[in-house]
């Protein structure tokens, strides 16, 4: 306010000076015309032509204004009572001189606070520029948006992803039943997966299932602004969230804000990250807000963000597997003229997020629209896929032994974990698995398993093909990290080099591997036809082989 007040003066000031100057400038004409002395008798003239306009009494001097000019006598050297009978006398005196002073004293006072204040602007312009200008990003961004564009029907596939997510918007619909059965709501939903895959889409889907305001921000955005700002940002988004619950904040790419503190390079995101967790910390669960995060580095998150009350709902998005993209290109293709097999299409996307097969879709339709085509054909699918896949938007798309390669990785991976008794939901073609091991105490027998599991794949494929792969890379590195945690946190006697450790684990794989090859064998088929297969029908054909 304070600032938009000083600025309302500015103009104000500008015009008083002007004035000013216009006053000063007129005064200086009118003094400094050159003035002639005259003698008495020239002066008598003048006076006799009535050719004065008016006089002024100066010092020692009669300075009469004439059209002619400006004229100077000495006071004696005329009759001044005659003189001063036909024309009012103006004395121009020492005072008014200073008056003249004091004017220009005042106006230049005036000029200087004007200077002063643009330059103060300009100088501070860091300080105040910002508040004014982050006044209207946090209004802007705090204005919430009422979807109703995209419902739930309108997202093809993920049919599980929806299912988990019923409840919370149950939740918003009707948070009075479940705070009459004193039933906790997770204040926070992390949605999990590659770019692309729908994370936003499913955000605003839920909003607009459940009616209710949404407040869109992106993780960058939170740290981008000026110091302090992003924790004023955050504190502001929740009043306003709280006001108009039940509500949802969806904070997009949150990595930005709540990547682990070891790798925090700006207090700013860690006072960003701090205000989040107060804020998530303060509302009770039932206030009938949900944070929705996004990311797809969920590795690189705080873990004080994935503790209890805070994003404890975990949603992993993957990339569709072949049924999801037949109904995303079916989805896409619905309001097109087409002559196409839609499952061949699936077939040529494995990899594909929704958002690069709706792009795929869009290119095919505007290439047969170049060639004057009313019907969409699989060749123009063929002619603009590999824009796609090498063009912007980067995806993988894989080769025919590319595909079997994968799928004999993440086959012999999938098998091994289970047989070792770690849990997952699925493996999937494309995407590693996930293992749901939250336990606090790890024994050393567990990390090596869990160190087989990283390194299961590489030895098949070694084994297979009699080489390695750049779909291990990732792995490799996860393996290294265990060997070396067991090394420093869990051996005691000297005996237990890495070297040792290595060999061992490798030996025990292959054994286990080869008692398994036919269950792996039996999945990795399974993986290349369908893209997906559950941990239920893994262990079921663990058990068949055995
Ligand atoms: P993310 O947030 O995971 O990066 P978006 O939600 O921004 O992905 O998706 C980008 C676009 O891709 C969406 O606007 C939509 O057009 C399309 N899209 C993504 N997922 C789907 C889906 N499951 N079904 C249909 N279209 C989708």
């Known amino acids: 306010m304070q600032l938009i007040d000083k600025k309302k003066l ?10 000013f100057i216009a006053i000063f400038i007129y005064i200086i004409l009118k ?11 020239e002066f008598n003239n003048i006076l006799k032509n009535n050719q004065i306009e008016s006089i002024y009494l100066q010092d020692n001097y009669i300075v009469a204004n004439t059209k002619n000019g400006n004229f100077k006598v000495f006071k004696d050297a005329v009759n001044r009572s005659e003189i001063f009978k036909k024309y009012p006398i103006k004395v121009y005196t020492k005072s008014s001189k200073a008056l003249t002073y004091i004017a220009i004293l005042i106006l230049l006072s005036i000029l200087s606070i004007l200077i002063y204040m643009l330059r103060r602007d300009k100088s501070i312009g860091i300080n105040l520029q910002p508040q004014f200008l982050s006044k209207e990003i946090e209004e802007n961004s705090i204005k919430p948006e009422y979807n109703n564009k995209y419902k739930f029907k309108d997202i093809a596939g993920i049919s599980d992803v929806k299912e988990q997510l019923l409840e919370i918007i149950d939740f918003l619909k009707n948070p009075h039943k479940y705070k009459k059965r004193d039933i906790r709501m997770p204040k926070g939903v992390l949605l999990i997966g590659p ?16 009616n209710v305001p949404f407040f869109y921000n992106s993780g960058a955005s939170f740290v981008q602004i000026y110091a302090g700002m992003g924790a004023k940002k955050v504190r502001e988004l929740f009043e306003k969230a709280k006001e108009m619950a039940p509500s949802i904040i969806f904070i997009d790419e949150i990595d930005a804000v709540g990547k682990s503190r070891d790798a925090l390079d700006s207090n700013e995101r860690e006072s960003t990250l701090n205000q989040l967790l107060v804020e998530m910390d303060g509302f009770g669960s039932n206030s009938g807000v949900i944070v929705i995060g996004a990311t797809n580095r969920i590795d690189v998150l705080d873990s004080a963000l994935l503790r209890a009350g805070r994003f404890d709902r975990r949603v992993f998005i993957d990339l569709p597997n072949i049924k999801e993209r037949e109904q995303i290109i079916n989805h896409y293709l619905n309001n097109k003229k087409y002559n196409i097999d839609i499952a061949e299409v699936a077939r040529l996307t494995a990899g594909f997020s929704p958002a690069a097969i709706e792009t795929l879709i869009n290119e095919a339709a505007l290439n047969a629209l170049r060639k004057n085509r009313d019907l969409l054909e699989i060749d123009d699918i ?15 798309s894989l080769s025919n032994q590319e595909r079997q390669i994968q799928a004999n990785y993440q086959a012999s991976k999938a098998v091994i974990a289970t047989w070792l008794g770690f ?4 493996a999937t073609l494309l995407m590693p698995i996930h293992i749901n091991d939250d336990r606090v105490l790890i024994s050393k027998n567990r990390l090596i398993n869990l160190a087989k599991v990283y390194l299961s794949g590489v030895i098949y494929l070694q084994k297979k093909y009699n080489d390695t792969f750049s779909v291990s890379k990732d792995d490799k590195k996860l393996f290294e990290n265990i060997i070396e945690t067991i090394i420093k946190d869990y051996t005691i006697s000297n005996d237990e080099t890495k070297q040792n450790i290595n060999k061992d684990i490798e030996i025990e794989i292959t054994t286990t591997l080869s008692k398994l090859s036919a269950a792996i064998e039996y999945i990795s088929n399974e993986l290349n036809k369908k893209e997906i297969i559950t941990y239920n029908e ?4 663990i058990d068949e082989v055995l």
């Open 10 to 19: 500015i103009p104000i000031i500008a015009t008083v000076s002007l004035a």
């Open 31 to 41: 003094f400094s015309n050159t003035t002639t002395t005259i003698s008495g008798k």
């Open 195 to 210: 770019p692309g895959v729908g994370k936003t889409l499913i955000a605003k889907a839920i909003s607009a299932e459940a």
């Open 382 to 396: 063929y002619s603009v896929k590999d824009q796609v896949v090498y063009g912007k938007k980067r995806v993988v």
């Open 423 to 426: 849990k997952f939901d699925k």
């Open 538 to 541: 893994i262990k079921k054909s």
